[in-house]
């Protein structure tokens, strides 16, 4: 591939020298061969010349279910990694969710191979126990080795603690990153919404945010006594927020995520019954969502995610208590948080996260691999259920207004623009 990106303003606030300049950026065999003011090459060169054109360090997504193997009416890999390209996503950490559960360095290799490099970089995670049982540990060392970057029983938390226990501590061998989802089930039960007035006016079991606060308190008291790397992935209440502040201080090494929706809405929008508003951790309060959204600001939470889960049709046109929980968001990430924040901190957000999952990142610099994310913060947009190109189509964003837009994405010496 030789490109030219022409006059990108460049954001990458890990290169002070080209931080919101404007320039010219010449890409060759997938390497930023030069940055200059101007740039004049041959004919034989692909000139891109957008407006408004912005340039930043490759975007990643922590938590991004799609469906293969074993639910591709959800999604495939082809389709999903390209969607997450369009999105301005250079590289998605993908969940253990499928059928089978990727439990063995087999299912890592599947993964991986299977989804290629015709979209979006996939870095799988493994299950953390045999089938997400939470009976006994998976292959985890194998994992690793095969390409796994961490270890989740998705969206099932590790209720027996001395499986905790055991797994921090082996992982420390080989730096391993255990996440444990935080939710107590004896206190969850079969909540369905946040609970609180709005539970109790519209009739449907509750979740305390006590379910989650007791499970996070409970899994940073074992890493205290154990040592290792853990991740608390989509936190949703103020108080969870106070707790890990709280086990960083001390230097425990905890990192966080919270998703997009648990930014953007509380529980006062389930007066409709709108099954796309069925997620895990549920929409809380207005409380709750000024405090996630200072815990990103001060560094407390690590990350924002979409927690994107595509739910084919059948899954969620049905009665809101046996709907399935889950929404899509990759396609809403960036005009959405962009609206939130400013365009910097938006960026900044959508970069964070690689160290974590152990990842590369590649600043915006002459010599280095091009792994850009192509955007504007210009403009309003409207997110468009016919516009999506999910194979899903249960987003909870779908109406909402947006600021900005995504060109696309330059990643495995491919240009893919939306």
């Given at each position: 591939?030789?490109?030219?990106?022409?006059?990108?303003?460049?954001l990458?606030?890990?290169?002070?020298?080209l931080?919101?300049?404007?320039?010219?950026?010449?890409?060759?065999?997938g390497?930023?061969?030069?940055?200059?003011?101007?740039?004049?090459?041959?004919?034989?060169?692909?000139?891109?010349?957008?407006?408004?054109?912005?340039?930043?360090?490759?975007?990643?997504?922590?938590?991004?279910?799609?469906?293969?193997?074993?639910?591709?009416?959800?999604?495939?890999?082809?389709?999903?990694?390209?969607?997450?390209?369009?999105?301005?996503?250079?590289?998605?950490?993908?969940?253990?969710?499928?059928?089978?559960?990727?439990?063995?360095?087999?299912?890592?290799?599947?993964?991986k191979?299977?989804?290629?490099?015709?979209?979006?970089?996939?870095?799988?995670?493994?299950?953390?126990?045999?089938d997400?049982?939470?009976?006994d540990?998976?292959?985890?060392?194998?994992?690793?080795?095969?390409g796994?970057?961490?270890?989740?029983?998705?969206?099932?938390?590790?209720?027996n603690?001395?499986?905790?226990?055991?797994?921090?501590?082996y992982?420390?061998?080989?730096?391993?990153l255990?996440?444990?989802?935080?939710?107590?089930?004896?206190i969850?039960?079969?909540?369905?919404?946040?609970?609180?007035?709005?539970?109790?006016?519209?009739g449907l079991?509750?979740i305390?945010?006590?379910?989650?606060?007791?499970?996070?308190?409970?899994?940073?008291f074992?890493?205290?006594?154990?040592g290792?790397?853990?991740?608390?992935?989509?936190?949703?209440?103020?108080?969870?927020?106070?707790?890990?502040a709280?086990?960083?201080?001390?230097?425990?090494d905890?990192?966080?995520?919270?998703?997009l929706?648990?930014?953007?809405?509380?529980?006062?929008?389930?007066d409709?019954?709108?099954?796309?508003?069925?997620v895990?951790?549920?929409?809380r309060t207005?409380?709750?969502?000024?405090?996630?959204?200072?815990?990103?600001k001060?560094g407390?939470?690590?990350?924002?995610?979409t927690?994107?889960?595509p739910?084919?049709i059948?899954?969620?046109?049905?009665?809101?208590?046996?709907?399935?929980?889950?929404?899509?968001?990759l396609?809403?990430?960036?005009?959405?948080?962009?609206?939130?924040?400013?365009?910097?901190?938006?960026?900044?957000?959508?970069?964070?996260?690689?160290?974590?999952f152990?990842?590369?990142?590649v600043?915006?610099?002459?010599?280095?691999?091009?792994?850009?994310?192509?955007?504007?913060?210009?403009?309003?947009?409207?997110?468009?259920?016919?516009?999506l190109?999910?194979?899903s189509?249960?987003?909870?964003?779908?109406?909402?207004?947006?600021?900005?837009s995504?060109y696309?994405?330059?990643?495995?010496d491919?240009?893919?623009?939306?």
């Amino acid at each position: 591939m030789n490109i030219l990106l022409k006059s990108a303003t460049i954001l990458d606030e890990d290169n002070r020298g080209l931080h919101q300049k404007v320039r010219d950026i010449w890409i060759k065999n997938g390497n930023i061969e030069k940055i200059a003011a101007s740039i004049k090459l041959d004919s034989k060169t692909r000139v891109i010349s957008l407006p408004h054109l912005y340039v930043s360090k490759g975007w990643i997504d922590s938590s991004v279910s799609f469906g293969e193997p074993g639910y591709e009416e959800r999604e495939t890999l082809a389709n999903g990694i390209k969607v997450a390209a369009y999105s301005g996503f250079t590289d998605i950490v993908l969940n253990p969710n499928t059928r089978p559960i990727p439990d063995t360095s087999g299912d890592i290799v599947f993964l991986k191979k299977t989804a290629g490099e015709k979209g979006a970089r996939v870095h799988p995670m493994g299950a953390l126990t045999k089938d997400s049982a939470g009976n006994d540990l998976a292959e985890l060392f194998d994992m690793k080795n095969a390409g796994a970057v961490a270890f989740y029983d998705f969206k099932r938390p590790v209720m027996n603690s001395n499986l905790l226990k055991i797994s921090l501590q082996y992982a420390q061998g080989f730096n391993g990153l255990v996440l444990s989802y935080p939710m107590d089930l004896s206190i969850a039960a079969n909540g369905m919404v946040n609970e609180g007035s709005m539970s109790t006016a519209l009739g449907l079991k509750g979740i305390p945010s006590l379910s989650e606060e007791i499970q996070i308190a409970r899994d940073l008291f074992i890493l205290e006594y154990t040592g290792g790397k853990l991740h608390i992935p989509t936190i949703s209440t103020a108080n969870a927020v106070n707790l890990i502040a709280e086990a960083k201080k001390k230097g425990l090494d905890v990192s966080c995520s919270v998703a997009l929706h648990n930014l953007c809405f509380t529980d006062e929008v389930l007066d409709e019954f709108e099954t796309n508003y069925k997620v895990l951790p549920p929409l809380r309060t207005k409380k709750d969502t000024e405090a996630l959204k200072k815990g990103l600001k001060n560094g407390v939470i690590d990350m924002v995610t979409t927690d994107h889960l595509p739910m084919d049709i059948e899954e969620k046109r049905i009665e809101f208590d046996h709907a399935a929980f889950g929404s899509a968001g990759l396609e809403s990430a960036f005009g959405i948080l962009n609206a939130i924040f400013n365009t910097e901190t938006s960026i900044r957000l959508l970069t964070k996260g690689r160290e974590r999952f152990g990842l590369t990142t590649v600043s915006i610099k002459e010599g280095q691999p091009a792994n850009l994310s192509l955007f504007t913060p210009e403009g309003k947009s409207e997110i468009k259920k016919d516009n999506l190109r999910s194979t899903s189509k249960n987003s909870m964003f779908i109406g909402q207004k947006g600021k900005g837009s995504v060109y696309g994405v330059i990643v495995n010496d491919q240009l893919l623009l939306a």
